[in-house]
């Protein structure tokens, strides 16, 4: 087997991590204010320190997998720890009270589509419960995955 094909998967996880940063960092230029809306239950000092966050490891989780292409290895320790940060800080990341106020705001803008196909009784606030649950399925059977994966010893031992 060719190191290529053996380890794809650094190539694999660079590339899901530099496309996700990208779209949340496109989701951060809505600005301030749009994610005020969501987090609007936080007082004006934590919503800023929280927004600057936001923006702290978007941008670190870019330069991080643009890294890890390049085998660094402190770029591997930092998505290690971004890894373990998102897993133990879940409800900090996805609190529920941001998603029902984006459930909110969905089912002002589009909340007609599912009358319009018919569909009664469900709107996306009625859905915040099931989509914030698969959002932090989706975040552990990432990240999970991730850390097994560059701490084996054969992926740590391409890095320099």
Request: proline fraction near 2%; charge should be positive.
């Amino acid at each position: 087997m060719t190191e290529k094909k053996k380890f794809v998967g650094i190539k694999i996880f660079s590339a899901l991590i530099i496309i996700t940063s990208l779209m949340h960092i496109r989701t951060l230029f809505l600005g301030k204010q749009w994610y005020g809306q969501l987090y609007q239950f936080l007082p004006e000092w934590l919503l800023t320190l929280r927004y600057c966050f936001s923006w702290f490891q978007r941008l670190l989780g870019l330069f991080a997998a643009i890294g890890l292409l390049y085998r660094k290895e402190i770029c591997r320790k930092i998505i290690l720890v971004i890894s373990w940060f998102t897993i133990a800080m879940l409800y900090w990341k996805h609190p529920y009270e941001a998603y029902k106020n984006h459930s909110i705001i969905l089912d002002q803008k589009y909340g007609h589509l599912f009358q319009a196909m018919g569909v009664e009784g469900i709107s996306f606030e009625s859905l915040t419960m099931a989509s914030l649950i698969a959002q932090y399925a989706f975040d552990i059977l990432f990240f999970a995955p991730l850390i097994y994966y560059f701490t084996r010893p054969a992926v740590k031992e391409q890095f320099c």
